[in-house]
DNA sequence: GATGAATGAGGGTTCATTCAT
DNA sequence: GATGAATGAACCCTCATTCAT
């Protein structure tokens, strides 16, 4: 791995755990096992770091769960598709959702990576206008679709991430989607 | 004031604001009008502060939410009671709901702090457990409809922190608590 | 035991096993059972209660030495008496000694305390010109005789702290006060 | 100088005559010429500072007066060739030993910095031994001859240092060995 | 690009002391 | 006399950042 690389990896476990102020950069370059120096050349400051971080993870979220679902024709099939996916990334990469929820709301996170990052969720918007439009999707307000469903999405993240065995029985995916699906699913 | 609920008053205005570590103790205390050292005599350390705020207001939300309840017969009721009082909480404390959102998953909120706030949602829990047995309520882990049922609600109220006209919306409000509701009742 | 009493043995116990700023005044306040404000009805600052207690424990070991000493005639039985008595006190009083020890040559005793001090000496000094005139002592500056003499004390006293059961070996002793002796003693 | 060396004579300067607590570590730094966290680059905590530094100069002093005694034959050559190096380095450096004097039985100074320290004097037990065992020395415990032997050295560097003339008045400097050799030479 | 010694502003916390009760 | 809440100056130490190598 690049330094960049072991950078990213070693501040994303120590964000984590010990939160942006727990977490000095000397541990940061510690763990990723470069010189202190270092790190500022990848990253001219700590807040640069950590808004990098954050807008790498979210892409990386989007991209994974995305890549396919182009070939899927039926909406509910669509939603399904990026709601397993999603879950999927979770799973696979639980500390990754962990930190993009704990600094979601934080203040180290600049208002223009919130912008750019809102600008990757056009993908998600964009479906869920196609369906309110072919009246598959409740006609309500788009901001609050989307805030409902990723939240409900991350409740249901952190549900199985506490209980993974979960994961694996397909009747309580099957339920979890649906209940997932029927908040926002016209009647 | 006692100077105790002053200084609880200038840090949930101060952390929210400026997150935990953007907040040195010194302008808490300088905010709330108290020396510097008086901060140290209620609270052992900044970390014992920001915990205590937290059980603080988790208290104030359940114990302001929950009164009256107990009048309520019917289970829908019951939960829009609690659901549109939870939401006159936050419309009313909008800063005190966003410092819970956000230090929820901080590294700052200790677990023996989330064990005591745990306790609190004890109240819920029952309701959901009731509404299971009778069969108004799916038949899902309890744990998943906690978590789902409360995401569901801080995106609410984000959402209507954000649009705050829609609150007094009566028929927004009335979809909005469906939008709620469906996910958990039982078909 | 009075208030005062209470605060010089809190004071004397937390000095000698914290050190003077490792003790905090509240500390010796609540191992005393006392109010923290009560400390300073009776010492104006800390540094008066350490130089108070210093004086106080000076004198102690001095006039519990002395006493009975004016009945001997012989020099040396005279040495011997308040050598063996010195002995006995700090057996007695180990954590006395060692604070005394412990503080001689600290900066917190003021040079006034060590003036104070130094007219207890008197006593022993007096006793040396008396043997030094009347040829039983070495002429030798009587300063170096009470410095050396006093650090031999405290030499012997540390050793027998250390191995307490050669306190009640009287050949041993009775060589350990030859030792003293021999020092100071024209041949 | 390198900067550890400036760091270390500014505490050594300081300590003596501030004391510990009376010697705040930015005052460490600017008699140093250092910045203030230099010094924490080189030195974890202030304590850690002192006892590196009780250790240095523990280890100058033996290092100093042994040297060269093992060219010499007779025991009580020997001893006088380190009594009068150890009486040179402290007239040469009355500072460290007064340093070394006042932090002996300080609370500052670790058990693990004594234990260090108690292996350099290992050299003088050594020669106590072979003494005792030649039948040179008395035949009394090693500890005690030494204790006894060490603050009898303090008592004389304490008087010197206060009587500096006699130090080049060499009929004293003999008496003065022979109130040291007197004590342990078996008679 | 990579290093790590050096920096110094800043912050959490302590604690001797005061004073109203 | 006795209390203990309140004070705020002072201090140890941290840590993001720089820069000469």
């Known amino acids: 791995m690049n330094k960049e690389d072991k950078i990213y990896e070693a501040a994303l476990s120590l964000f984590t755990t010990k939160g942006f102020h727990g977490t ?20 001219k400051t700590k807040e640069e770091l950590i808004n990098s971080l954050y ?15 182009e070939k899927i024709d039926s909406l509910k ?39 750019e990052v809102d600008k990757i969720k056009e993908v998600y918007v964009d479906l869920i206008k196609n369906g309110i439009s072919k009246g598959e999707i409740k006609d309500v ?3 609050l679709i989307y805030i409902i469903a ?22 309580f995916m099957n339920t979890a989607f649906n209940l997932f699906y029927d908040i926002i699913k016209k009647v």
Chains 1, 2, 3, 4 share one sequence.
């Open 150 to 171: 990723s939240q409900q999405l991350f409740g249901m993240t952190q549900y199985l991430v506490m209980n993974p065995e979960k994961y694996h029985d397909s009747e």
């Open 77 to 115: 099939l669509k939603l399904e598709f990026l709601w397993s996916k999603s879950i999927h990334w979770t799973m696979t990469n639980p500390k990754k959702m962990f930190f993009i929820q704990q600094y979601m709301y934080s203040p180290y996170i600049t208002s223009s990576t919130q912008e």
């Open 55 to 69: 807008i790498k993870l979210k892409n990386e979220l989007v991209v994974e769960s995305v890549d396919g679902v």
């Open 24 to 43: 000095p950069t000397s541990a940061i370059a510690k763990t990723a096992g470069v010189a202190n120096g270092t790190l500022f050349h990848y990253f």
């Open 141 to 143: 307000p788009i901001d």
